[in-house]
């Protein structure tokens, strides 16, 4: 099986950048929180283990890819010459510049692109960065923006993703009212990922990150969520958002709802 077969195996659904955008502008705030950006610091350092790196490495050029509000783009800036950080969204992207001025950072650049549509030759990015850094974005989404990651790259890359995610409340609308009965819901990325990869000459270093977690949220700020969510799988019909809105009801004590999940991530550590 080569490349080609796991390119095809990799389930691209081609998204509607537009939609994407403003799916990732509705949820900046979100992600923005101390509770991710502890989760996230917590992270940071089972990171640098991971790839080998410490605190006292000192990279020259950084990509993050799909930098969302810049905690890792901020947190490499403390270890690097230039950190570049890409994002789709304009939200996200502002949310990462204020926190980087918070923290008078002044070494990491901005960028607003969609991965897909980014030219190496037009930034000059080709084999320009020594660690090239993608963590659980949708932004490498197809073998190409795998390819592309790794042209951008001189030396070190990590990329993780969801092998696995279980969410008590959006799983229970997916099956019973929309009626989507998939048991990969992330698709074959990761597995793909891995296979292509072994096919260009890489061997990842490989971990697994287990946890599970629970939210509690008002009615109508769970509802406006799911909407965002499940409107980028399919045009929602206004029965549709009548029986989701009645669903998240049904669920919730003095209007509150929680969300219970869990999930396994893998982490892929190579060299070039």
């Given at each position: 099986?080569?490349?080609?077969?796991?390119?095809?195996?990799w389930n691209?659904?081609?998204?509607?950048?537009?939609?994407?955008?403003k799916?990732?502008?509705?949820?900046?705030e979100?992600f923005?929180?101390?509770?991710?950006?502890?989760?996230?610091s917590?992270d940071?350092?089972?990171?640098?283990?991971?790839?080998?790196?410490?605190?006292?490495n000192?990279?020259?050029n950084?990509?993050d890819i799909?930098?969302?509000t810049?905690?890792?783009?901020?947190?490499?800036?403390?270890?690097?010459?230039?950190?570049t950080?890409?994002d789709?969204?304009?939200?996200m992207?502002?949310?990462?510049?204020?926190?980087?001025?918070?923290k008078?950072?002044?070494?990491?650049?901005?960028?607003?692109?969609?991965?897909?549509?980014?030219?190496l030759?037009?930034?000059?990015?080709?084999e320009?960065f020594?660690?090239v850094?993608?963590?659980?974005?949708?932004?490498?989404?197809?073998c190409?923006?795998?390819?592309?990651m790794i042209?951008c790259?001189?030396?070190?890359?990590?990329?993780?993703?969801?092998?696995?995610?279980?969410d008590s409340l959006?799983?229970?609308?997916?099956?019973?009212?929309?009626?989507?009965?998939?048991?990969?819901?992330?698709?074959?990325k990761?597995y793909?990922?891995?296979?292509?990869?072994?096919?260009?000459?890489?061997?990842p270093?490989?971990?697994?990150?287990?946890s599970?977690?629970s939210?509690?949220?008002?009615v109508?700020?769970?509802?406006?969520?799911?909407?965002?969510?499940?409107?980028?799988?399919?045009?929602?019909?206004?029965?549709e958002?009548?029986?989701?809105r009645?669903y998240?009801?049904?669920?919730?004590?003095?209007?509150?709802?929680?969300?219970?999940?869990?999930?396994?991530?893998?982490w892929?550590?190579w060299k070039k």
């Open positions: 099986m080569d490349i080609s077969f796991f390119s095809n195996l691209i659904s081609k998204k509607s950048y537009d939609m994407e955008e799916f990732w502008d509705e949820r900046a979100e923005n929180s101390k509770d991710i950006e502890e989760k996230e917590r940071f350092i089972s990171i640098l283990e991971f790839i080998e790196a410490s605190k006292n000192k990279f020259k950084v990509l799909g930098c969302g810049g905690f890792y783009s901020r947190k490499f800036s403390e270890i690097s010459e230039c950190v950080a890409v789709i969204s304009e939200n992207l502002k949310c990462a510049k204020k926190n980087l001025r918070a008078c950072r002044n070494n990491v650049k901005f960028v607003k692109k969609a991965w897909p549509d980014l030219s030759e037009e930034f000059k990015w080709k320009k020594d660690l850094f993608a963590s659980m974005t949708p932004a490498v989404d197809s190409e923006d795998l390819i592309k042209d790259g001189t030396n070190l890359y990590f990329l993780s993703g969801f092998v696995d995610r279980k959006k799983n229970d609308i997916s099956e019973i009212i929309l009626g989507f009965h998939n048991n990969k819901p992330y698709g074959n990761m793909s990922a891995l296979n292509i990869l072994w096919n260009m000459g890489y061997y270093k490989i971990s697994y990150v287990d599970d977690w939210k509690s949220q008002p109508d700020q769970c509802y406006k969520k799911c909407l965002l969510h499940f409107g980028r799988k399919k045009s929602l019909t206004e029965e958002k009548v029986l989701i009645d998240i009801e049904s669920k919730s004590i003095n209007g509150i709802v929680e969300e219970k999940v869990t999930s396994k991530v893998a892929f550590c």
